[in-house]
């Protein structure tokens, strides 16, 4: 009787124990924390201005946690906010809590801090005024108390995807005095380049993009898709971009904010956008505000192996002095200039259909690996012409449908006066590549691309007419396996003809020769069952005809069987050609003194006695006399 209650498989709890362990991988530590603060110092100007605080915990440079802003409160209580175990290092790493006053301009004044591990601050610390210090005040470094009122330990499943839905508000006018703006979202992961020598070099790529939204200063737009891992974690940094959207792809910046997804997924997150070129003016505080109105755990997107993507150009550059440019383009890798796709080129053509093609995701680096789209004017004379050229990435390109131009960039021009660009890269579509099936009676399982290039194989190695998979796969027409056919060639007659030649006679009749007379005496099957072919006895052809020349009379002196069954061929006895016939002229007289064996019986051929063919006849020349 088994151990284990109700009807158990052992072989269904090991998916089951798969199942448990990968739902623990997805669970963390959290601990969640309800502050407040007493006593905190006035940063705002003005007799009657106080401060906005709100919290950060700290672990390094990197921001934990964040707290919603408390307006106008020097003894505020923020709503509850998590600290993740894994990303502060454990319960013994150092922390540092920081209270800040909230400026609308993002410089946000620093009102004091205090350190502490985790550890301290989930038990030690719990319940009790700590002092808040800055070391910057010139007379009483104090700034006010700090309460942790619970220290709470969660477990928390965490998603590796989030949709954030965006808003904007009061975000500054770049279409000119009467216009608006065009907004739109995108953000940016940051990761450090290794240049060699100790030397770091950090770049940024986007990971989200929101639509365009036409005219707006005040704004919410559709939720934005973002992959954790492709942010570096929950800790890693971002910034976020609030730009204007221009038709001719020069588009200007609004305003920026450094976050992490953390920060992104505190309660009430409200961030001031900067526009760098700006900082410093008399009256300029910001740029507007972006929000964070909601924000879901969603399922991770899977990655394909390839994508199929379908390019389009417009108001490409005139390259050819006499007509217009014969465009096609390049895709490269940006870090090794490995070329992965080259299109066609299309005649005369300003705005040119190309035909879908597939980059592979790994040889592109991944989602996140920098890709170099060039146009290029086709000449048949001299060398090809630049027409631009424009950088960007995979996981950038999934985010076509906000806004799918690509502004394209001779390099050449860029500092000619009035230059914008020289054309744009449309992206009509990018789906995952699944390899197709051409269906001719759906039987040819070639996959193939919407282009018709064979993804692998070779597409005429299966005859579509022929059911999967075929009896033999080294001859697509052979016959099923079932029927009395050759299986080698399907032009030969069945089993009960000579399978050598399909024009031969049946078995019965001589094989050598179709016009020659049936051997009578060959009653035995051709091949036999048993036997190797020809058989041994009744041996084919018959006795009676010459197999050599069927112009020839027969042997009637040819009484043995043909070759013999256990004797070399040709038999030692009855020897061809006769012993009165020179076998070496057939236009000489027969050797009536030739009664010797030539060669004798026992040596070379021909043997001695009743020499084959007949003695009056020559055998080398049918048309003398006997």
């Known amino acids: 009787m088994s151990q284990y209650p109700g009807n158990y498989n052992s072989q269904q709890r090991i998916p089951q124990q798969h199942q448990k362990r990968k739902q623990e991988k997805k669970q963390k530590i959290f601990y969640k924390f309800t502050c407040s603060a007493k006593k905190l110092d006035k940063k705002d100007a003005g007799g009657f201005g106080k401060s906005d605080p709100f919290v950060m915990i700290k672990r390094g440079n990197k921001v934990l946690a964040k707290s919603n802003i408390i307006k106008n409160n020097l003894n505020p209580k923020w709503e509850p906010f998590l600290v993740d175990q894994l990303l502060a290092g454990g319960m013994q790493t150092p922390l540092t809590v920081e209270v800040y006053d909230y400026d609308d301009d993002g410089t946000h004044d620093f009102i004091g801090s205090f350190s502490a591990t985790l550890h301290q601050l989930t038990t030690d610390f719990v319940g009790k005024e700590i002092q808040l210090t800055n070391k910057k005040k010139i007379f009483s470094k104090k700034s006010g108390r700090f309460i942790i009122n619970i220290a709470q330990q969660i477990i928390k499943t965490v998603s590796r995807a989030y949709e954030f839905t965006f808003s904007c508000k009061s975000l500054a006018n770049m279409d000119g005095f009467l216009g608006k703006s065009d907004p739109y979202v995108k953000i940016y992961a940051c990761r450090n ?20 939204l036409n005219n707006k200063k005040n704004c919410t737009f559709q939720p934005c898709y973002i992959d954790v891992r492709a942010c570096g974690g929950m800790a890693g940094s971002l910034i976020l971009r609030v730009i204007d959207h221009d038709t001719d792809g020069t588009d200007d910046l609004i305003g920026e904010v450094k976050t992490t997804l953390n920060e992104l997924t505190a309660t009430n997150s409200k961030f001031p956008l900067i526009n760098p070129g700006k900082v410093g003016g008399l009256t300029y505080k910001n740029s507007g505000y972006i929000m964070i109105d909601n924000y879901n755990p969603v399922p991770l997107k899977k ?53 879908p093609f597939v980059i592979n995701v790994a040889e592109a680096g991944g989602l996140d690996g920098k890709l170099l789209i060039e146009v290029w004017d086709k000449d048949k004379n001299t060398q090809d012409d630049l027409i631009g050229e424009f950088k960007s990435t995979l996981r950038h390109f999934l985010y076509y449908k906000t806004d799918p131009y690509w502004k394209i960039i001779n390099r050449n021009k860029v500092n000619k006066m009035g230059y914008k660009n020289s054309g744009f890269i449309v992206i009509n579509s990018i789906v995952p590549y699944v390899p197709k099936i051409n269906n001719n009676n759906n039987n040819n399982l070639v996959a193939v691309s919407n282009n018709q290039q064979p993804l692998y194989g070779n597409p005429n190695l299966y005859n579509s007419n022929m059911n999967y998979p075929p009896v033999n796969p080294s001859n697509r027409n052979l016959p099923p396996a079932n029927t009395n056919v050759n299986p080698y060639n399907s032009n030969i007659p069945p089993a009960n003809v000579n399978p050598y030649n399909s024009n031969m006679a049946p078995a019965n009749v001589n094989p050598y020769n179709s016009n020659m007379a049936p051997a009578n005496n060959y009653n035995s099957p051709y091949p036999p069952a048993n036997n190797m072919y020809p058989p041994a006895n009744n041996m084919y052809p018959p006795s009676n005809a010459n197999p050599y020349n069927s112009n020839m009379a ?40 030739y009664n010797s064996a030539y060669p004798p019986a026992n040596n070379m051929y021909p043997p001695a006695n009743n020499m084959y063919p007949p003695a009056n006849a020559n055998p080398y020349n049918s048309n003398m006399a006997p």
């Open 554 to 593: 027969p042997a009637n002196n040819y009484n043995s069987a043909y070759p013999p069954a256990n004797n070399m061929y040709p038999p030692a006895n009855n020897m061809y050609p006769p012993a009165n016939a020179n076998p070496y002229n057939s236009n000489m007289a027969p050797a009536n003194n």
């Open 193 to 212: 380049r290794q240049l060699g020598h100790g030397k770091v070099q950090r770049e940024y790529y986007v990971v989200g993009k929101t639509e365009y």
């Open 303 to 355: 990655v394909p192996e390839a994508y199929e993507i379908l390019f389009s150009g417009k108001n490409l550059d005139d390259k050819d002095f006499f007509g217009k440019s014969d465009p096609y383009f390049i895709v490269k890798t940006r870090e090794t200039r490995k070329q992965l796709h080259k299109s066609e080129h299309i005649n005369n053509d300003l705005n040119p259909s190309w035909k």
